[in-house]
């Protein structure tokens, strides 16, 4: 497949992301430089900081497209698909080896250092080291693991150490104490020491096996991209933060992070427990944090819009954009919420089976009282839709001052199109077209290619009815469609 062009490569960018990319390269590659030249450790840690639906995925998956463009080599770890398990040390590994595969094919050095790497990071005691621990007990002490942690994996090797000798101790007699905790002691200070000494031969390992990349022709630095943190369980991330900076923070290395800091913040507070100054801890594991401004909600649905059928939409003014903007404004949906609302009017749209275009006065408060409450009917559409939003605008007449209300009103034009809609007799009741009530005269217009010059039974439903079954499939589809992105 042919390699795309940086222009190809932010093609689908509408939020004008492009420029920072290049000001954030640009950036981070200098102070790896900049701090190799003066003799520091030459590795950078940057943090992009947006909210939910700030376009943050997108950014870091192209920022990474255009790097790898521009010579690097570039890994990328999704920190939520991968905190399933126990310890991010072996997702982050992974990621960095799927990296290094196709070059540790092409060039014997990298493959050496690589080989090297890997033979020395197996030997890093992430989760043995608990497991170490429980090996001395049982061999000192003649007890279980089971006898010493019971379901708590979490503890402390202290702790362990202790639980077991205090375990041992009820056994062996209180005399024993003393030398229980001698020898344990000792076993806790050279599993330390082995540890210690394992993670300073795997960093340095690491730095030199970066080296080789920048030897065989790629540029430096070797770019980490993590995403989707701030979503993952809270003692993940925060194991994930230490074990980049403990481990994985080596010369040559760049780290970029696309989170939603305030909620990792809140993760990192409810790991270490209420009233902890997450924001100070969460500098730690930083050198920058760079923000993007807020993204506009009508800029969002701009985008969004894009990928509508609009020829199976009808809706006030012919300005679905402008609609949908109003009524997310009215609403009070934030980001996260117009997102999935448009996400179920999309597929609804899709699905819709009729020539005649679905009316979207009809559809946006169906799903937006679904998305919001989970239930799905026309009454508590109707009970949850806002009296005060209105489509158009009031003219005032120059010459005499008079004023033309031309606006539609959504909930009337809602609550007028659902007392009918269940029979066309009652719609042909009210085929009179309207042109003083802008909302009357709307209705009509959604329902009259219905019947006019058709034949029809009288009985039957308008096909807007047909928006309810189509929206509660739309949700069930959505939900579906989540569940497997998120595993």
Same mark, same amino acid.
């Given at each position: ?73 570039? #890994?990328?770890?999704? !920190? $939520? *698909? ?7 040390? @072996? +997702?982050?590994? =992974? &990621? ?12 014997? #050095?990298?493959?050496? !250092? $690589? *080989? ?7 030997? @890093? +005691?992430?989760? =043995? &080291? ?31 150490? =202790? &639980? ?324």
């Amino acid at each position: 497949m042919e390699a795309k062009t940086t222009e190809q490569i932010w093609d689908a960018d509408r939020l004008d992301r492009r420029q920072k990319a290049d000001f954030l390269y640009n950036f981070i590659v200098g102070e790896v430089a900049k701090r190799k030249r003066l003799g520091r450790r030459s590795s950078y840690s940057l943090n992009i900081d947006a909210e939910w639906g700030g376009g943050k995925s997108f950014f870091l998956e192209r920022f990474g497209q255009q790097v790898e463009l521009q010579g690097h080599v570039v #890994a990328y770890v999704n !920190a $939520w *698909k991968d905190d399933h398990a126990g310890d991010p040390y @072996i +997702a982050i590994m =992974a &990621a960095i080896d799927r990296a290094f595969a196709p070059h540790v094919k092409k060039d014997s #050095a990298v493959k050496t !250092a $690589w *080989k090297t790497v890997k033979s020395n990071g197996g030997r @890093i +005691a992430v989760k =043995a &080291a608990g497991g170490a621990i429980r090996s001395l007990a049982k061999k000192h002490f003649d007890i279980t693991a089971d006898d010493i942690l019971g379901d708590d994996a979490d503890q402390s090797l202290v702790s362990e150490a =202790a &639980a077991a000798a205090i375990e041992s101790s009820i056994e062996t007699g209180a005399a024993e104490i003393d030398k229980l905790f001698d020898r344990t002691l000792e076993a806790l200070i050279g599993q330390f020491q082995k540890a210690d000494k394992a993670i300073q031969t795997f960093r340095e390992k690491l730095a030199a096996a970066v080296a080789a990349l920048d030897k065989s022709g790629k540029k430096a630095p070797f770019f980490v991209l993590v995403d989707e943190l701030d979503r993952c369980r809270p003692s993940y991330a925060v194991h994930l933060l230490e074990r980049i900076k403990h481990l994985f923070e080596v010369d040559g290395v760049a780290f970029v992070f696309a989170t939603n800091s305030q909620q990792l913040q809140h993760s990192i507070a409810g790991a270490y427990g209420q009233g902890f100054d997450g924001f100070t801890y969460l500098k730690r594991f930083f050198d920058r944090t760079y923000t993007f401004s807020a993204v506009s909600a009508k800029k969002r649905i701009e985008e969004l819009c894009a990928n509508f059928d609009s020829k199976k939409v009808r809706v006030p003014e012919d300005d679905m954009v402008e609609f949908l903007t109003s009524g997310c404004t009215s609403y009070g949906l934030d980001l996260r919420a117009v997102e999935q609302v448009l996400e179920m009017i999309e597929v609804t749209v899709s699905a819709w089976p009729h020539k005649l275009p679905l009316d979207l006065v009809l559809l946006f408060p169906l799903c937006v009282t679904f998305y919001r409450q989970g239930e799905l009917s026309w009454a508590a559409a109707q009970r949850n839709l806002p009296t005060g939003w209105y489509m158009g605008k009031i003219l005032t007449m120059h010459r005499d001052g008079v004023q033309l209300d031309h606006r539609i009103s959504i909930h009337r034009a809602f609550s007028s199109a659902i007392d009918r809609f269940e029979s066309m007799e009652k719609i042909m009741k009210n085929r009179h077209s309207s042109d003083d009530d802008r909302t009357e005269e709307y209705v009509y217009r959604t329902f009259s290619p219905e019947w006019n010059g058709v034949t029809i039974a009288r009985s039957a439903p308008s096909i807007q009815t047909g928006l309810l079954d189509l929206v509660a499939n739309a949700g069930g589809l959505i939900e579906t469609t989540q569940s497997q992105r998120d595993s």
